[in-house]
């Protein structure tokens, strides 16, 4: 079996011909062929439940069977088992192909049950380059996804370039993308959006089959090791929320069909992604290289700071518009212009609000802050043993409790003050219970589980009214700046509905004040 280990990158049409012209790629010939692949499941998708696949290559009078196991993706670079043969189309002969005799002995089970579920059609043009002590094959495909189903036939495009590491360090690979990514002149300013992409052509395929729709993603669990190095810790939070935000991007670049609007829980679940990134740079700051972590912080909070005009009013369309106009009888007659004025207002703010977010995580310097920033965190090394010893078995727990006893504490001190906190203050308030939260999140596997489990359920409770009380202040805010005219008198109305939905919430202070002083620790 061969460990195949590639960077798998979205490219825009626009970038085609300014990628083709790249130096690096202009020196060499390409090698041009055209390939035609046929991916086998069951009936019941069996293949696909385990994250594998089978695929027939048809290149020119030649047949290829292919099966590719479950592997792991982030930033775009991914790493999996493959085997790969020449054989007889639908001579599914597993047991010469893969040497792992368990697998071979699975897959042969459920030979005589494979049949086509979608192709894939493209042709492809390939360079291999010497870069500094790599060796990689780059391959440009284009083309197109299809399959068919109850609903009919179906098509995706597919224009990607991939990067395959031939022999030598995965940093040199990164390093080839992003020499790629920054165009034939070398310049940031004139750089390609070259987008780092996670899901492979398999994944797309099966989607298309199913015709599943993008769907967002939530933070998953991460698990950690009590003998890790922060380091090495903070190397696996950073690779996990850079996967969550990969993972709702495209919900963000895509976000339905037109005129449609978006599903507000893809922009929702980006900025998760990002505040948990900010967390973990902050609470792991005192054992990284200083600039990378100030450098990295303030990268990652222009774009949490991009994509907060669309949640802002994304919250504002979904849940406080609908009850306004509810409560507000006038609101409801056919001959009301002011509130349908006040509603088309908002609807085109809003979507005005996700293109701004759709072009931050399309942009030419988000394909560069992605390649950078997975190549920077996967050169990270501890520069000592000091706060975790895997001999021990518990450095990383014993840090961690010192670091959460430190920020709790902190805590408990601003929430002594939220009473007499304005708006702002409330919404710091906010900010340091999500980091509190968050860090929790990050270092739960090396903690006592039940503790952790009360602790953050307290925190999210006091997270949610306080969220509550920043999102009215954010929507009268929005109403303020309504255009004048007809509709002033209706948003005067919503502004004073809202602020006393403020004052109501102010109530719930005291006590939220006392759960936070009385808030478990997450430590034993």
């Known amino acids: 079996m061969s460990q195949e280990t590639e960077l798998k990158l979205d490219v825009h049409p626009h970038d085609l011909p300014g990628l083709l012209a790249h130096p690096l790629l202009k020196a060499v010939v390409p090698r041009r062929e055209r390939l035609y692949n046929t991916y086998f499941d069951t009936s019941t998708l069996a293949l696909r439940a385990q994250r594998m696949a089978v695929r027939e290559r048809r290149v020119g009078r030649q047949t290829l069977l292919t099966v590719k196991t479950a592997g792991q993706s982030v930033g775009g670079l991914s790493q999996r088992g493959e085997w790969e043969a020449p054989s007889r189309p639908g ?31 493209f042709t492809r043009r390939s360079w291999v380059l010497q870069h500094g002590p790599a060796r990689v094959e780059v391959a440009l495909d284009q083309g ?74 939530r933070a998953s669990a991460l698990q950690l090791q009590a003998g890790m190095h922060p380091v090495q810790a903070f190397r696996a939070a950073a690779l996990s929320c850079l996967t969550h935000l990969q ?32 967390t973990g740079l902050r609470i792991f700051r005192a054992h990284l290289p200083r600039r990378f972590a100030a450098h ?86 501890p520069a000592d043993r000091s706060a975790g010893d895997a001999d021990t078995g518990h450095g990383l727990a014993d840090w961690a409790q010192a670091t959460l006893r430190e920020r709790h504490a902190t805590l408990r001190v601003q929430a002594r003050a939220a009473r007499r906190m304005g708006p702002e203050g409330r919404h710091a308030l906010r900010i340091a219970l999500k980091k509190l939260r ?53 948003v005067v109305g919503w502004q004073q ?28």
């Open 296 to 381: 990295w912080a303030g990268e990652w909070k222009a774009l949490t700071n991009q994509l907060g005009d669309a949640r802002n009013w994304d919250v504002f369309a979904t849940e406080w518009l609908p009850e306004l106009m509810a409560n507000d009888p006038g609101s409801t007659g056919m001959a009301d212009t002011s509130a349908q004025a006040l509603l088309d207002w908002v609807q085109d703010q809003r979507r005005a609000a996700w293109r701004r977010a759709a072009d931050a995580l399309g942009s030419r310097e988000h394909a560069l802050r992605l390649l950078a920033f997975t190549r920077a965190v996967l050169c990270l090394q």
């Open 144 to 217: 197109f996804i299809a399959t068919g189903n109850a609903q009919g036939n179906h098509r995706q495009p597919i224009l990607e370039l991939e990067l395959e590491l031939l022999d030598g360090p995965v940093d040199a690979l990164l390093d080839l993308a992003h020499t790629l990514a920054l165009g034939p002149r070398g310049q940031a300013s004139s750089a390609l959006r070259l987008l780092p992409a996670n899901r492979s052509k398999a994944e797309r395929g099966y989607a298309l089959f199913m015709g599943e729709r993008l769907q967002p993603v």
């Open 247 to 278: 993972a709702n991007e495209a919900g963000v670049l895509h976000p339905g069909l037109e005129g449609t609007l978006p599903d507000p829980e893809f922009v929702h679940q980006a900025r998760v992604a990002l505040r948990r990134l900010r």
């Open 438 to 490: 968050y860090a929790q999140e990050f270092l739960a596997s090396v903690l006592p589980p039940k503790r952790v489990a009360r602790s953050t359920a307290v925190l999210a409770e006091a997270q949610a009214l306080l969220g509550q009380l920043n999102d009215l202040a954010v929507a009268h805010t929005l109403l303020a700046s309504a255009p004048p005219g007809p509709v002033s008198a209706r």
């Open 91 to 121: 001579a599914f002969d597993f047991a010469s192909l893969v040497e792992d005799a368990a697998l071979a002995e699975q897959l042969a089970s459920v030979a005589w049950q494979l049949v086509p579920v979608f192709r894939t059609d």
């Open 497 to 524: 509905a809202l602020q006393a939905r403020l004052e109501a919430g102010l109530s719930g202070l005291p006590a939220m004040e006392r759960s936070l002083e009385e808030t478990p620790t997450p430590w034993g």
